[in-house]
Antibody, heavy 125, light 110 residues
């Protein structure tokens, strides 16, 4: 059974950098796209970006200037950094596996079949 | 990229059918058959219900079905049950190789 587990500080100060990791167990991190998705309290889901096992990335244009994702295949782990955070970045952050599309043609098809439990990150001084 | 447009809420009685719409543009829903739908109960992790527009993952009830017409995708739930009460989100691939979610729809089973 594939499991994803987010880890990182639950409280970040304004203007600082939010850093989270997601550890994958039960399957290899290779050959899949791995996304970060967030959900502000009481609001909807927002896709932050994805990283492929090769290290290639693609980010939400609205967050692109502040987002960096990395991957460590030896640890079966990938990470998110979001810089210059404000209160608007307060949210539950999920990591998720994107199974891709059936043809294998498209990168990151939005087929999120496994999710982490989510971790609440609060931005406050 | 703008969020896909979903109705804020829909409701139906047990046994009835409801449809949730998800309207995008020719840059996302209208061009790609890569719309997925997620169900999220309060305090829970989203669950994949439909992918590639109309395909159901193993274990998802066949009461859930997906379709598309033009720039609008739809999720239909037939034989509505109390356990279907939840928030539903659509998600689409975008031409820039990114993804975008809808704003979410709260389904109430009367």
């Amino acid at each position: 059974q594939v499991q994803l587990q987010e880890s990182g500080p639950g409280l970040v100060k304004p203007s600082e950098t939010l850093s989270l990791s997601c550890t994958v167990s039960g399957d290899s991190i290779i050959n899949y796209y791995w996304s970060w998705i967030r959900q502000p309290p009481g609001k909807g889901l927002e896709w932050i970006g994805y990283i492929y096992y090769s290290g290639s990335t693609n980010y939400n244009p609205s967050l692109k200037s502040r987002v960096t994702m990395s991957i460590d295949t030896s640890k079966n782990q990938f990470s998110l950094k979001l810089s210059s955070v404000t209160a608007a970045d307060t949210a539950v952050y999920y990591c998720a596996r994107d199974r891709g599309d059936s043809s294998g043609w498209y990168a990151g098809a939005g087929r999120f079949d496994y999710w982490g439990q989510g971790t609440l990150v609060t931005v406050s001084s | 990229q703008s969020a896909l447009t979903q109705p804020a809420s829909v409701s139906g009685s047990p046994g009835q059918s409801i449809t949730i719409s998800c309207t995008g543009t020719s840059s996302d829903v209208g061009t790609y058959n890569l719309v997925s739908w997620y169900q999220q109960h309060p305090g829970k992790v989203p669950k994949l219900m439909i992918y590639e527009g109309s395909k159901r993952p193993s274990g998802v009830s066949n009461r859930f079905s997906g379709s598309k017409s033009g720039n609008t995708a739809s999720l239909t739930i037939s034989g509505l049950q109390a356990e279907d009460e939840a928030d539903y989100y659509c998600c689409s691939y975008v031409s820039s190789s990114t993804l975008v979610f809808g704003g979410g729809t709260k389904l109430t089973v009367l």
